[in-house]
C-alpha cells in the first residue's frame, strides 16, 4: 500500500521555543499516527533545527530543511552545507520554494545544482515545482512544470528517484492571496507531473511521492487526498497550529 504525506514549511515564522512547542505538541497529538502507513514531516527554520532534533524523534516527525548550498564547502557566505545538516541530524530538504524561485529568483539551474548535491548526500529531496499565474493564463501550465521537471532533475540517475519527492505548489494558489486549486485541476496537473517522472526515471518514477500545496485548508483536504494522482498534502498556513493540523490529517485520512 502507498504511503501518503503530511507536512508543512514552517517559512520564517516561529523561534526556536515555539518551534519546540509545536514540534512537541504535534508529536503527542498524532502519536495514534501509523507511521508505516503516513509520512509527516515539518519544515522550521535554520535556527530551530538544532532545538527541533533534540525535542522529538524523527520517527514521529521528520524535519527537514528549508533550503541547502549545492556545494559541501567551500566561500559560500550565507549558505549552510549539507554536511552541516547532517550534523544536524537532517536528511530531508525542501529545494526550490516557490518563494526561493520567485522572490530570490533561483533558476531551474540552481535547484538541480541542490538536487544533485542533495541526492549525492544521501539526503531525500523534496523538489518543489508550480506554474505561475500567468502561466496558466497563457494555457502553458503543463510545458511549465514538464520543464522544471526535466531541469530540475537533470543528472539524477532512475535508482535515485526515490530519494525524490515533488511537491506540485502553483504559485496562484499559495499563501493569503492564494486559491486553492480545485481537487480535479490539481489531479490533472499531478497526472501530468506522474507522466513526466516515467518518462525521465522509466519505472522507477512510480516511486516518487507527489504532494499538493497551496491553500490546503481543512475543507478541502479530504477532496484533494482522495484523488488518484496525489499522494500527500504540503499545507502551509492551515498547519501551524499543531492541534489543528493534526485535527486536519486525522479529519483527512
Ligand atoms: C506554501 O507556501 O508552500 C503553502 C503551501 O502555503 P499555504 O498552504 O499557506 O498556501
Known amino acids: 500500500m502507498k504511503k501518503i504525506y503530511f507536512g508543512?514549511?514552517?517559512?520564517m515564522y516561529k523561534n526556536i521555543q515555539q518551534t519546540v512547542d509545536y514540534l512537541k505538541t504535534l508529536a503527542n497529538e498524532t502519536a495514534e499516527l501509523d507511521r508505516k502507513r503516513y509520512e509527516l514531516f515539518v519544515i522550521p527554520s535554520y535556527t530551530a533545527l538544532p532545538g527541533a532534533t533534540e525535542?522529538?524523534?524523527?520517527?514521529?516527525?521528520?524535519?527537514?530543511?528549508q533550503n541547502m548550498a549545492w556545494e559541501e564547502e567551500?566561500?559560500?557566505t550565507g549558505e549552510v552545507s549539507p554536511k552541516m545538516l547532517e550534523e544536524l541530524g537532517i536528511n530531508l530538504v525542501m529545494i526550490g520554494h516557490s518563494e526561493r524561485r520567485h522572490i530570490f529568483h533561483e533558476t531551474d539551474d540552481e535547484e538541480n545544482k541542490k538536487v544533485i548535491c542533495g541526492v549525492k548526500n544521501g539526503f531525500i529531496v523534496l523538489l518543489c515545482i508550480g506554474e505561475t499565474d500567468k502561466d496558466k493564463m497563457d494555457g502553458v501550465?503543463?510545458?511549465v512544470l514538464r520543464s522544471q521537471l526535466i531541469r530540475g532533475l537533470?543528472?539524477?540517475k532512475k535508482e535515485d528517484a526515490g530519494k525524490i519527492?515533488?511537491?506540485y505548489e502553483p504559485v496562484w494558489a499559495i499563501g493569503v492571496n492564494g486559491k486553492p486549486a480545485s481537487e480535479e485541476y490539481a489531479n490533472a496537473k499531478h497526472k501530468v507531473i506522474r507522466e513526466c517522472l516515467l518518462e525521465i526515471?522509466?519505472?522507477?518514477g512510480e516511486d516518487v511521492p507527489i504532494l499538493y500545496g497551496g491553500s490546503v485548508n481543512p475543507q478541502n483536504a479530504n477532496s484533494l487526498i482522495v484523488q488518484p494522482y496525489i499522494d500527500g498534502l504540503f499545507v502551509g498556513r492551515s498547519a501551524w497550529n499543531a492541534k489543528e493540523f493534526a485535527q486536519l490529517i486525522f479529519n483527512t485520512i
Do not use: M
Not at 201 to 204: A, L, R, S
Open 154 to 156: 537533470k543528472g539524477i
Open 165 to 167: 519527492w515533488i511537491a
Open 74 to 76: 567551500g566561500q559560500f
Open 141 to 143: 501550465s503543463n510545458e
Open 8 to 11: 508543512t514549511n514552517l517559512k
Open 55 to 65: 525535542s522529538i524523534s524523527q520517527e514521529q516527525v521528520i524535519l527537514g530543511a
Open 201 to 204: 526515471f522509466g519505472n522507477y
